[in-house]
């Protein structure tokens, strides 16, 4: 046979210390994840995430199986590209049935040319073009092999079968986590109290980069600052104004780190009153004070083993810097009231609206605090600096609102998407979401229409220009030659390598178009 195992690839951004992940594979992952997440029926929820494989990593045809391996049995659960009754299902037997019965990938270089690969197919002739291959993984849930995803490819070159196995590693477990979740788990989640932020460890969550939506530069870098983060225990401090997914960005770290099984506990320091700041990260002791019942864990004892994100920690009063500053010199605390010494295992990540240097400047902010949780900063940009994730934003929206209020409202106008592309978004991407709520609750067709979108959005809005082919061509390459160069700091090269082309056409173009590299550079 020639297909070949390939079991030793390293998992996808876990603790093995494997490379990051390119930031258009997290892309595929984070949209196969939103697929997965949406409520309703399994079927086309897995078609869905099927369709992601071909329109990001291309796979323009794959099958998914699931196998009882009591009865030894294997059946078809979806497909795309081709039906399902141009494929075999047998335990054992074939590529699938071989992952399925051995929990271990098979890569097959020429589909065309391996026997094992061709028993698995009916109509062998649709199958007769030089340059198919096929990455086959097992689907995997709690340690037991749920099932098989085959993907193949159309590629003449056979590199890249060990990124392909990484990548469709990550996809099957979230495949996995679908097909093992009973009836009406995401509506439950969706109904979940609020309380559930206090302690989420969650292991079936959905992999956490399936609610970062978009893949303009800035956001690619994003993905990739968190890819290089995430499989340390470095402390992270995340900055951006309010309303950019900050919270989305720490739950993503968590998520693809070591400690991904163990909890991830959320504290809004703006919203922690200064008296009961030390009770509520460390906990009492019974009668500690007045009230104080019982014994009570701390948010360190609940995030033992597992992340704690500080959010809004540029509100901290100072006595309240200088007990923080303490545990996270020395991991160790000890209960309100308590005199035994507490060992911490935690992973902090923080984040901040507010601009730190200048809170130490006042005085407000201890030096001593900021460096010790500025080991490693991601900086989530505002919206107004992404505006071309804004339509796909815009359409998750409408689909999430549409199932959440029961409207059946398809597609968003070009005039709605001019308007919405238009707004300055002070309020970034919750502004978003809250405006496309609105707009689905009014909606009384298919399709939103301006009309639909608040006043306030609609009065600065200026039907835009009739463009020839060749302008708008012009228009967007600059776009992205700017929002390249501008996510990379003036670095043609770098910004080559996110837009998938040369640095010599980077440099053509931004001739070109009269874009002077340089003042994107931080001096």
Not at 279 to 291: D, K, P, V
Not at 356 to 372: A, I, K, P, S, V
Not at 484 to 490: D, S, T
Request: with cysteine; proline share 5%.
């Amino acid at each position: 046979m020639k297909g070949a195992s390939a079991r030793s690839v390293p998992s996808f951004a876990g603790p093995t210390g494997a490379p990051a992940p390119a930031p258009e594979v997290l892309i595929a992952v984070a949209e196969v994840g939103r697929e997965l997440a949406a409520t309703g029926d399994n079927a086309p929820r897995l078609a869905a995430a099927l369709r992601v494989l071909e329109r990001r990593l291309g796979a323009a045809r794959s099958v998914l199986y699931v196998v009882d391996s009591d009865e030894r049995t294997l059946a078809i659960e979806a497909t795309h590209g081709v039906s399902r009754e141009h494929f075999r299902a047998r335990y054992g037997s074939g590529v699938a049935g071989r992952v399925a019965s051995t929990g271990q990938p098979v890569i097959v270089p020429v589909v065309r040319h391996d026997a094992m690969a061709l028993s698995d197919l009916v109509d062998v002739s649709r199958w007769s073009e030089v340059g198919w291959n096929l990455v086959a993984v097992p689907v995997v849930v709690a340690g037991r092999c749920r099932g098989a995803l085959c993907a193949y490819f159309r590629h003449r070159d056979p590199s890249g079968f060990r990124e392909r196995v990484g990548v469709l590693d990550v996809v099957a477990s979230l495949f996995g986590k679908t097909l093992d979740a009973p009836a009406g788990a995401a509506a439950k989640s969706a109904r979940a109290s609020p309380s559930d932020d206090a302690h989420e460890s969650r292991p079936d969550a959905q992999f956490e980069y399936a609610n970062m939506i978009g893949s303009t530069p800035v956001m690619r870098q994003v993905y990739e600052q968190v890819s290089q983060v995430a499989r340390t225990n470095a402390t992270a401090l995340l900055r951006g104004e309010s309303g950019t997914g900050k919270e989305l960005v720490a739950r993503a770290i968590h998520h693809n780190s070591p400690r991904a099984g163990m909890p991830f506990i959320k504290v809004n320091c703006a919203a922690l009153p200064e008296s009961l700041f030390e009770s509520e990260l460390f906990g009492h002791e019974r009668g500690a004070f007045t009230g104080a019942h019982s014994r009570k864990k701390g948010r360190f004892e609940l995030a033992q083993g597992g992340t704690l994100f500080l959010d809004e920690i540029g509100e901290l009063p100072l006595t309240t810097q200088a007990k923080l500053l303490r545990v996270l010199q020395f991991r160790e605390f000890e209960r309100l009231g308590g005199t035994q010494t507490l060992r911490t295992d935690v992973r902090i990540i923080t984040a901040t609206n507010a601009d730190m240097e200048q809170t130490m400047r006042n005085g407000t902010f201890r030096e001593d605090l900021y460096y010790r949780i500025n080991i490693f900063t991601i900086t989530v940009p505002p919206l107004r600096e992404r505006s071309a994730d804004i339509p796909t934003l815009a359409e998750y929206f409408l689909a999430k609102f549409g199932r959440e209020h029961h409207r059946k409202v398809g597609r968003i106008s070009s005039g709605a998407l001019d308007v919405l592309t238009q707004h300055s978004w002070p309020g970034n991407v919750r502004e978003l979401e809250n405006v496309i709520e609105r707009a689905v609750v009014v909606c009384d067709g298919a399709v939103l229409q301006p009309a639909h979108l608040p006043e306030s959005l609609r009065g600065a809005w200026t039907v835009p220009e009739r463009l020839t082919l060749a302008q708008a061509v012009e228009r967007l390459e600059r776009q992205l030659v700017e929002d390249a160069l501008r996510a990379e700091k003036g670095n043609a090269a770098a910004a080559a390598r996110a837009l998938g082309t040369t640095e010599r056409i980077v440099r053509y173009k931004a001739q070109k178009l009269g874009i002077d590299p340089s003042v994107f550079r931080d001096d």
